[in-house]
């Protein structure tokens, strides 16, 4: 391809993105891609790479588009990006914009006109509100704001950042120095994680998933703060334990390998597809006491095992705000609406589930948003209307737990943050059933 046809790709790309709103902008980009066999693997490489800085950056090139009257198209978008973010001056970029085979068509009077005014311009501009600077849809500025107060630049500016590539060393199979010596001995360089105490930290992000280790089931990908909110749930050998919303079982894996695959665990979900992805998953780890367990409407299974369990675990479904690292394009497609119908989900599965927890028996909460509406007020109100369970304070546990580590996080519950802990965004909250 001449780069003149990656651009070109990269507009059309872009253009997919911006016309399926809702859709996840990587499941967009893999069917633009298998449709387009031709497009080889560096070029694939080099038009991704535009169209997702592209994405990135919306909301100030759109803000920079539109405060010069201009449309915001996929193609002023990326014109936007090469000369606010990469730079670009305009001759070259007139060069590139040839129309000749395979080339965007040639700048029309009006880009012409849109590319004067922006060339040599910073990205971030003196009038732009304070929400598109930092890269915050409105949708979830206040409640960060409300989070992180004087923080929030540096909070923002990390939510921006690359993530690291964080495994957990299954214990079932291994231990962690046996781990991360097995991934060294595959050319795989991997330090312990600050935190937890059964998480590596890949260096330079390098692939794991064809070494032995990950095939023999002796790590497991995961965020070090989701690693976090597992150990926090304290799941013990011998205990009854639901992984409410267990989706493909990532935490699953990680409590079945603090019970010492003693005990018994209950993976639910209300989506097949995703606990089918689990089987293969705790196979590979050798976890043989776990269930998974299908939620349908009208499910007689809660009432029948009503207060029989000693842990339950609700990883709610949320906004992901605390994702954004891994998935850009989120902030984009989330809506108030989405936040307010959530917000309603999230307080219905966590009555639903807290029927399950025995007397004396724990209900931990969990989301990887970083929204107060998401996460304190939530237990707030579930709290307000289950008079019998009471908040357990997450520091006194986490000394419990793992005496040698400082707790991370400050108050009564867990909230982690790109910027203070280098993981995901998290929210974790204890509760307790009245004995
Ligand atoms: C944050 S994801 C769970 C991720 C998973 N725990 C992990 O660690 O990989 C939330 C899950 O909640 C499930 N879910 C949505 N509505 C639900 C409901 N009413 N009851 C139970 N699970 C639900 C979704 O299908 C999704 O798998």
């Known amino acids: 391809m001449t780069p003149a046809g990656r651009i070109q790709a990269a507009i059309d790309l872009l253009g997919a993105v911006e016309a399926e709103a809702r859709r996840p902008a990587d499941a967009i980009a893999n069917d633009f891609f298998r449709t387009r066999r031709y497009i080889g693997s560096g070029d694939r490489r080099a038009v991704s790479e535009l169209a997702w800085g592209a994405i990135r950056q919306r909301m100030r090139l759109a803000w920079q588009l539109e405060r010069l009257g201009s449309l915001t198209d996929a193609r002023r978008l990326l014109i936007a990006h090469l000369l606010l973010v990469e730079g670009w001056p305009p001759q070259k970029l007139a060069g590139h914009f040839t129309g000749d ?12 006109e849109l590319v004067r005014r922006l060339a040599g311009q910073p990205l971030l501009h003196p009038e732009m509100p304070q929400e598109v600077r930092l890269n915050l849809p409105g949708w979830a500025a206040q409640g ?14 990390a939510m921006e950042g690359a993530a690291p590539l964080d495994l957990r060393v299954n214990l079932l199979k291994t231990t962690r120095e046996a781990a991360r010596l097995a991934l060294a001995a595959e050319g795989i360089a991997a330090e312990p994680t600050p935190y937890s105490p059964w998480g590596l930290r890949v260096a330079d992000r390098k692939p794991v998933l064809n070494t032995a280790a990950f095939k023999d ?3 497991e990908v995961q965020d070090e703060g989701s690693q976090l ?3 926090l749930t304290d799941a013990r050998p011998g205990m009854r334990v639901a992984d409410y919303c267990a989706g493909a079982a990532g935490k699953t894996l990680a409590l079945a390998a603090a019970m010492g695959n003693r005990g018994h665990i209950v993976a639910c979900d209300v989506s097949a597809p995703r606990l089918e992805g689990a089987a293969k998953r705790l196979r590979r780890a050798g976890v043989d006491n776990a269930e998974r367990h299908l939620l349908v409407p009208g499910d007689k299974w809660r009432k029948r095992r009503g207060r029989s369990f000693d842990r339950v675990l609700v990883d709610a479904p ?7 690292r891994r998935n850009p394009d989120a902030r984009l497609r989330t809506t108030a609406q989405d936040l307010a119908e959530l917000s309603a989900k999230q307080a219905a599965i966590l009555a639903d589930a807290s029927d399950l927890v025995r007397p004396g028996g724990r209900l931990v909460y969990a989301t990887c948003s970083l929204l107060p509406e998401e996460d304190e007020m939530q237990i ?19 000394a419990g737990l793992c005496p040698a580590v400082p707790w991370p996080a400050e108050g009564p519950f867990m909230a982690l943050s790109p910027a203070r802990h280098g993981t995901d965004g998290f929210f974790a909250a204890v509760l307790e059933r009245r004995p």
């Open 380 to 398: 707030e109100r579930f709290l307000a209307r289950h008079p019998d369970f009471v908040a357990l304070p997450a520091p006194a546990l986490w």
């Open 144 to 157: 960060l704001a409300a989070r992180f107060g004087e923080t929030l630049p540096a909070e923002a500016a």
């Open 217 to 219: 089931g002796l790590v």
């Open 318 to 324: 949320c906004t992901g705000s605390g994702t954004w």
């Open 229 to 231: 909110i597992a150990l």
């Open 101 to 112: 085979r395979f080339a965007p068509a040639p700048l029309d009077a009006a880009e012409v």
